[in-house]
Protein backbone atom coordinates (compact mmCIF):
# COMPACT_ATOMS: atom_id res chain seq x y z
CA UNK A 1 0.00 0.00 0.00
CA UNK A 2 1.22 3.43 -1.36
CA UNK A 3 0.80 6.83 -0.56
CA UNK A 4 0.11 9.08 -3.60
CA UNK A 5 0.44 12.25 -3.64
CA UNK A 6 -1.64 15.14 -6.18
CA UNK A 7 -0.55 18.31 -7.04
CA UNK A 8 -2.33 21.16 -8.89
CA UNK A 9 0.66 23.11 -10.38
CA UNK A 10 0.34 27.12 -11.12
CA UNK A 11 0.22 28.62 -7.30
CA UNK A 12 1.18 25.04 -5.86
CA UNK A 13 4.35 23.51 -7.19
CA UNK A 14 5.56 26.91 -8.47
CA UNK A 15 4.40 30.64 -6.71
CA UNK A 16 2.93 31.87 -9.64
CA UNK A 17 1.13 31.02 -12.98
CA UNK A 18 2.85 29.46 -15.82
CA UNK A 19 0.82 31.05 -18.06
CA UNK A 20 0.47 34.28 -17.27
CA UNK A 21 4.51 34.11 -16.82
CA UNK A 22 5.22 33.63 -19.94
CA UNK A 23 4.29 37.01 -21.03
CA UNK A 24 8.03 38.52 -19.38
CA UNK A 25 9.19 36.82 -22.28
CA UNK A 26 8.03 39.69 -24.68
CA UNK A 27 9.54 42.71 -25.03
CA UNK A 28 7.36 44.78 -23.69
CA UNK A 29 5.95 41.82 -20.99
CA UNK A 30 2.76 43.08 -21.99
CA UNK A 31 0.20 41.47 -24.54
CA UNK A 32 -1.92 44.20 -26.48
CA UNK A 33 -5.50 44.84 -24.93
CA UNK A 34 -7.40 42.70 -28.24
CA UNK A 35 -5.32 39.71 -26.85
CA UNK A 36 -5.82 40.42 -23.09
CA UNK A 37 -9.33 41.32 -23.60
CA UNK A 38 -10.01 38.15 -25.80
CA UNK A 39 -10.85 35.87 -22.77
CA UNK A 40 -14.01 33.86 -22.56
CA UNK A 41 -15.12 32.02 -18.86
CA UNK A 42 -13.98 28.53 -19.48
CA UNK A 43 -12.23 28.74 -22.39
CA UNK A 44 -8.19 29.65 -20.75
CA UNK A 45 -6.85 26.87 -22.93
CA UNK A 46 -8.29 28.61 -26.13
CA UNK A 47 -7.02 32.47 -24.94
CA UNK A 48 -3.22 30.25 -24.69
CA UNK A 49 -3.28 29.25 -27.83
CA UNK A 50 -3.49 33.21 -28.65
CA UNK A 51 -1.41 34.16 -26.25
CA UNK A 52 1.43 31.98 -27.72
CA UNK A 53 0.13 32.84 -30.82
CA UNK A 54 0.82 36.54 -30.56
CA UNK A 55 4.53 35.77 -28.64
CA UNK A 56 5.22 33.82 -32.08
CA UNK A 57 4.13 36.86 -34.12
CA UNK A 58 6.82 38.88 -32.22
CA UNK A 59 9.48 36.16 -33.22
CA UNK A 60 10.35 35.68 -29.94
CA UNK A 61 12.75 32.09 -30.10
CA UNK A 62 11.49 28.79 -27.72
CA UNK A 63 14.70 29.13 -26.14
CA UNK A 64 14.26 32.55 -25.43
CA UNK A 65 10.68 31.37 -24.25
CA UNK A 66 12.28 28.16 -22.08
CA UNK A 67 14.76 30.60 -20.33
CA UNK A 68 12.04 33.04 -19.07
CA UNK A 69 9.86 29.61 -17.97
CA UNK A 70 12.67 28.62 -15.56
CA UNK A 71 13.11 31.34 -13.77
CA UNK A 72 9.19 30.87 -12.41
CA UNK A 73 10.06 30.79 -8.29
CA UNK A 74 8.48 27.23 -6.52
CA UNK A 75 6.53 28.05 -3.65
CA UNK A 76 8.30 28.01 -0.07
CA UNK A 77 9.98 24.33 0.72
CA UNK A 78 8.68 23.16 -2.51
CA UNK A 79 11.68 21.96 -3.67
CA UNK A 80 12.52 20.24 -0.54
CA UNK A 81 9.36 18.44 -0.63
CA UNK A 82 9.80 17.15 -4.21
CA UNK A 83 13.47 15.92 -3.21
CA UNK A 84 11.98 13.83 -0.11
CA UNK A 85 9.38 12.40 -2.41
CA UNK A 86 11.91 11.37 -5.08
CA UNK A 87 14.28 10.01 -2.33
CA UNK A 88 11.19 7.91 -1.43
CA UNK A 89 9.94 6.33 -4.61
CA UNK A 90 9.21 3.35 -3.19
CA UNK A 91 6.64 4.53 -0.69
CA UNK A 92 5.02 7.84 -2.47
CA UNK A 93 3.74 8.23 -6.02
CA UNK A 94 3.30 11.32 -7.19
CA UNK A 95 1.36 12.88 -10.13
CA UNK A 96 0.42 16.80 -11.27
CA UNK A 97 -3.08 17.49 -12.78
CA UNK A 98 -2.55 20.86 -14.14
CA UNK A 99 -4.27 23.56 -16.34
CA UNK A 100 -0.90 24.50 -17.96
CA UNK A 101 0.75 22.69 -20.52
CA UNK A 102 3.13 20.00 -21.03
CA UNK A 103 5.71 21.96 -22.46
CA UNK A 104 6.09 24.68 -19.52
CA UNK A 105 5.71 21.77 -16.68
CA UNK A 106 8.22 20.12 -18.47
CA UNK A 107 10.88 22.28 -18.55
CA UNK A 108 10.36 23.90 -15.01
CA UNK A 109 10.90 20.62 -13.14
CA UNK A 110 14.01 20.12 -15.49
CA UNK A 111 15.45 22.99 -14.47
CA UNK A 112 15.25 22.34 -11.14
CA UNK A 113 16.16 19.35 -10.91
CA UNK A 114 12.74 17.61 -9.92
CA UNK A 115 11.09 15.47 -12.48
CA UNK A 116 12.12 12.18 -10.90
CA UNK A 117 9.28 13.24 -8.02
CA UNK A 118 6.88 13.24 -10.37
CA UNK A 119 5.21 10.14 -12.43
CA UNK A 120 2.80 11.09 -14.78
CA UNK A 121 1.89 15.02 -15.71
CA UNK A 122 -1.85 15.07 -17.02
CA UNK A 123 -2.08 18.80 -18.48
CA UNK A 124 -3.23 20.46 -21.99
CA UNK A 125 -0.70 18.66 -24.38
CA UNK A 126 1.56 21.44 -26.27
CA UNK A 127 4.49 21.39 -28.19
CA UNK A 128 6.24 23.52 -30.98
CA UNK A 129 5.72 23.31 -34.80
CA UNK A 130 8.64 23.97 -37.77
CA UNK A 131 7.92 27.87 -37.82
CA UNK A 132 8.51 28.06 -34.02
CA UNK A 133 5.13 28.28 -32.66
CA UNK A 134 3.60 27.06 -29.79
CA UNK A 135 0.22 25.18 -30.24
CA UNK A 136 -1.75 24.07 -27.10
CA UNK A 137 -4.28 21.42 -27.21
CA UNK A 138 -7.26 20.87 -24.56
CA UNK A 139 -6.33 17.94 -22.13
CA UNK A 140 -9.17 16.18 -23.21
CA UNK A 141 -13.30 16.62 -23.11
CA UNK A 142 -16.34 16.24 -20.58
CA UNK A 143 -19.47 16.08 -19.07
CA UNK A 144 -18.51 18.31 -15.77
CA UNK A 145 -20.88 21.39 -16.00
CA UNK A 146 -18.26 22.41 -12.77
CA UNK A 147 -15.14 22.24 -14.95
CA UNK A 148 -13.49 24.38 -17.51
CA UNK A 149 -13.95 22.76 -20.76
CA UNK A 150 -10.64 21.62 -21.19
CA UNK A 151 -9.87 19.80 -17.95
CA UNK A 152 -11.90 18.20 -15.33
CA UNK A 153 -9.44 16.65 -12.55
CA UNK A 154 -11.79 14.56 -10.67
CA UNK A 155 -12.08 12.97 -14.48
CA UNK A 156 -8.76 12.33 -14.40
CA UNK A 157 -8.06 11.31 -11.09
CA UNK A 158 -11.00 9.03 -11.34
CA UNK A 159 -9.54 7.29 -14.37
CA UNK A 160 -5.49 7.50 -12.94
CA UNK A 161 -6.65 5.75 -9.56
CA UNK A 162 -8.65 2.66 -12.18
CA UNK A 163 -5.69 2.25 -13.72
CA UNK A 164 -3.37 1.95 -10.79
CA UNK A 165 -6.06 -0.42 -9.23
CA UNK A 166 -6.29 -2.45 -12.43
CA UNK A 167 -2.13 -3.31 -12.12
CA UNK A 168 -2.44 -4.02 -8.33
CA UNK A 169 -1.68 -0.52 -7.11
CA UNK A 170 -3.65 0.62 -4.03
CA UNK A 171 -3.01 3.87 -2.30
CA UNK A 172 -3.42 3.46 1.32
CA UNK A 173 -4.09 7.27 1.61
CA UNK A 174 -4.22 9.80 -1.15
CA UNK A 175 -3.03 13.88 -0.63
CA UNK A 176 -4.96 16.41 -2.87
CA UNK A 177 -2.89 19.67 -2.93
CA UNK A 178 -4.49 22.66 -4.94
CA UNK A 179 -4.88 26.38 -4.45
CA UNK A 180 -7.82 27.11 -7.17
CA UNK A 181 -11.89 26.55 -7.83
CA UNK A 182 -11.03 24.30 -10.76
CA UNK A 183 -9.30 21.67 -7.50
CA UNK A 184 -12.66 21.05 -5.84
CA UNK A 185 -14.13 18.85 -8.15
CA UNK A 186 -11.86 16.04 -7.52
CA UNK A 187 -12.27 16.15 -3.72
CA UNK A 188 -15.34 14.71 -4.22
CA UNK A 189 -14.17 11.33 -5.45
CA UNK A 190 -11.54 11.38 -1.82
CA UNK A 191 -11.91 9.16 0.95
CA UNK A 192 -12.69 9.26 4.93
CA UNK A 193 -8.81 8.42 5.19
CA UNK A 194 -7.87 10.76 2.19
CA UNK A 195 -6.04 14.65 3.41
CA UNK A 196 -7.00 17.49 0.88
CA UNK A 197 -4.88 20.35 1.30
CA UNK A 198 -5.73 23.69 0.38
CA UNK A 199 -2.88 26.48 0.03
CA UNK A 200 -4.09 29.29 3.04
CA UNK A 201 -5.84 31.94 1.84
CA UNK A 202 -7.09 31.05 -1.81
CA UNK A 203 -9.50 29.64 -3.71
CA UNK A 204 -10.15 26.11 -3.04
CA UNK A 205 -9.55 26.50 0.83
CA UNK A 206 -12.57 29.46 1.00
CA UNK A 207 -14.50 26.73 -1.00
CA UNK A 208 -13.65 23.89 1.15
CA UNK A 209 -14.61 26.07 4.21
CA UNK A 210 -18.04 26.90 2.45
CA UNK A 211 -18.33 23.41 2.33
CA UNK A 212 -17.56 22.26 5.74
CA UNK A 213 -20.46 24.78 7.28
CA UNK A 214 -22.98 22.43 5.08
CA UNK A 215 -23.83 19.33 7.71
CA UNK A 216 -25.98 17.58 4.85
CA UNK A 217 -23.22 17.83 2.21
CA UNK A 218 -22.04 14.65 2.07
CA UNK A 219 -19.73 14.69 -0.77
CA UNK A 220 -16.45 15.84 1.32
CA UNK A 221 -15.18 13.23 3.29
CA UNK A 222 -11.61 13.78 3.41
CA UNK A 223 -9.88 15.63 6.13
CA UNK A 224 -8.79 19.13 5.52
CA UNK A 225 -5.58 20.49 6.10
CA UNK A 226 -4.68 23.96 5.18
CA UNK A 227 -0.88 25.09 4.27
CA UNK A 228 0.95 28.07 3.93
CA UNK A 229 4.03 26.65 2.64
CA UNK A 230 5.14 22.76 1.68
CA UNK A 231 6.81 22.71 4.72
CA UNK A 232 3.84 21.74 6.07
CA UNK A 233 3.20 19.58 3.34
CA UNK A 234 5.90 17.87 4.19
CA UNK A 235 5.40 17.31 7.82
CA UNK A 236 2.01 16.06 7.51
CA UNK A 237 3.72 13.51 4.48
CA UNK A 238 6.15 12.29 7.29
CA UNK A 239 3.34 11.92 9.94
CA UNK A 240 1.77 9.71 7.68
CA UNK A 241 4.21 7.43 6.61
CA UNK A 242 5.31 7.11 10.52
CA UNK A 243 1.92 5.98 11.69
Given at each position: ???L??F??D ?13 R ?8 D?V ?7 L ?9 N ?9 D ?15 T ?14 C ?21 A ?25 H????C ?36 L ?33 A ?17 E ?7
Amino acid sequence: MKLLMVFDFDHTVVDDNSDTWVIRCLPTQTLPDSVKHSYRKGLWTEFMGRVMNYIGDQEVSPDRIRSVMETIPFTAGMTDLLTFISENKSTVDCIVISDSNTVFIDWILRAAGLQAAVDRVFTNPAEFSESGRMRVRCHHSHDCDRCPVNLCKRKVLELYLSQQSGGGVEYERIFYVGDGGNDLCPTSCLRGRDIVMPRKGYTLEKLLRKMEGQEDDASLRAKVVAWSSATDILQELKTSMQS
